[in-house]
């Protein structure tokens, strides 16, 4: 290990370690995620794309990583991890290396050593911010801002792909879909068409769409918006999850506005606004909808209980609904799987 710098772009900088093999500047959008479990699902969540993450737990890597089979998505897409201690031994009799070898074959950055307690106290009082991990002291030209870029067409997946065989036909918007979220629409009698996020499907027979998580600011996909708004005329359920909520959004009319500092973790308590019934969510998102803009014909069903944030909506009269958090998890908890349920019954 060699000295290293958290380095953000007002000139805060942390000293910690990287691994010696580390050369280049790691530059994003750094955030925090609570998860005490869960790494190698965080890292393999599209909707990281382009960001530093800080994982407030202070220990990370003790399990190692496994096969592909408990990944997200096909590789990392996080720029960055911030860890306080990254374990180079692991336990678990299905892991395959460690995390840090793990990174290493990823080409993704770590500092370790690193104070998350005081990073993360800064980020809940300034916001998130940009950053980079580099092994000089010194902040490098330009930080780069994720959220500037149409992240969602860079983790889209490019060509359709088909799975299940059952009587419904599912349309399933990629803008950086979750793999879990997969395994739980093929729980039911569905089959699933994977499009890109600029496929436009509005002229074939579907049953319903499902729109996907994904990363950074929701009004950098136009071409997805316009496909949604010709889709939505057609009156089909519509199930939105994540940036898939914002999305549903703002093609009804609404607005979003980026949150201080996003929420981030296995423990965000949501209330379901019409039973006042608490759920625990998996939630990875720093954008959310602007309640005021909200149309008539549309209602708030669940509240973030630490911000009062909408953490979903759906239609007055047709069957459009969406969550800002995973009720898929992987990793977190699935208190509320039951929402592919819903799905599936209205199609």
């Given at each position: 290990?060699?000295?290293?710098?958290?380095?953000?772009?007002?000139?805060?900088?942390?000293?910690?370690?990287?691994?010696?093999?580390?050369?280049?500047?790691?530059?994003?959008?750094?955030?925090?995620?609570?998860?005490?479990?869960?790494?190698?699902?965080?890292?393999?969540?599209?909707?990281?794309?382009?960001?530093?993450?800080?994982?407030?737990?202070?220990?990370?890597?003790?399990?190692?990583?496994?096969?592909?089979?408990?990944?997200?998505?096909?590789?990392?897409?996080?720029?960055?991890v911030v860890v306080s201690t990254s374990s180079p031994h692991f336990s678990h009799y299905l892991a395959t290396c460690s995390l840090q070898q793990w990174l290493k074959t990823q080409g993704v950055a770590l500092i370790t050593k690193i104070d998350t307690?005081?990073?993360?106290?800064?980020?809940?009082?300034?916001?998130?911010?940009?950053?980079?991990?580099?092994?000089?002291?010194?902040?490098?030209?330009?930080?780069?801002?994720?959220?500037?870029?149409?992240?969602?067409?860079?983790?889209?997946?490019?060509?359709?792909?088909?799975?299940?065989?059952g009587a419904k036909r599912v349309i399933a918007v990629d803008c950086g879909m979750k793999k879990n979220l997969l395994r739980h629409l093929l729980e039911y009698d569905v089959r699933v068409?994977?499009?890109?996020?600029?496929?436009?499907?509005?002229?074939?027979?579907?049953?319903?769409?499902?729109?996907?998580?994904?990363?950074?600011?929701?009004?950098?996909?136009?071409k997805t918006l316009e496909i949604l708004k010709k889709a939505m005329r057609k009156k089909k359920p519509i199930f939105g999850v994540c940036l898939g909520n914002q999305m549903l959004a703002l093609a009804a009319g609404a607005k979003t506005y980026k949150l201080k500092f996003g929420h981030r973790g296995q423990n965000q308590p949501c209330i379901d606004v019409e039973t006042g019934r608490c759920y625990m969510t998996s939630q990875n998102h720093g954008y959310a909808v602007d309640e005021k803009s909200l149309p008539k014909d549309w209602k708030v069903t669940f509240r973030n209980l630490n911000d009062g944030s909408i953490e979903g909506i759906s239609h007055r009269t047709l069957p459009y609904f969406s969550v800002q958090f995973h009720p898929e998890a992987a990793p977190g908890p699935t208190d509320t799987k039951w929402f592919f349920k819903r799905f599936a019954e209205l199609l």
């Open positions: 290990m060699k000295k290293s710098f958290l380095i953000l772009q007002n000139g805060v900088v942390f000293e910690g370690l990287s691994p010696d093999w580390q050369e280049e500047v790691a530059s994003g959008e750094v955030v925090f995620t609570t998860g005490m479990t869960g790494y190698t699902e965080t890292l393999t969540d599209p909707s990281y794309a382009g960001q530093i993450i800080v994982f407030t737990y202070p220990l990370i890597g003790n399990y190692g990583v496994g096969s592909e089979d408990g990944w997200e998505s096909e590789k990392i897409h996080a720029k960055g307690r005081a990073v993360t106290k800064y980020l809940r009082t300034s916001g998130a911010t940009l950053g980079a991990i580099s092994i000089s002291e010194n902040p490098p030209a330009q930080f780069d801002d994720p959220n500037q870029t149409n992240l969602v067409a860079s983790v889209s997946s490019c060509k359709r792909s088909d799975y299940g065989n068409t994977i499009v890109s996020h600029d496929d436009d499907f509005t002229e074939e027979n579907y049953d319903g769409i499902f729109l996907s998580n994904g990363p950074g600011d929701p009004t950098q996909c136009p």
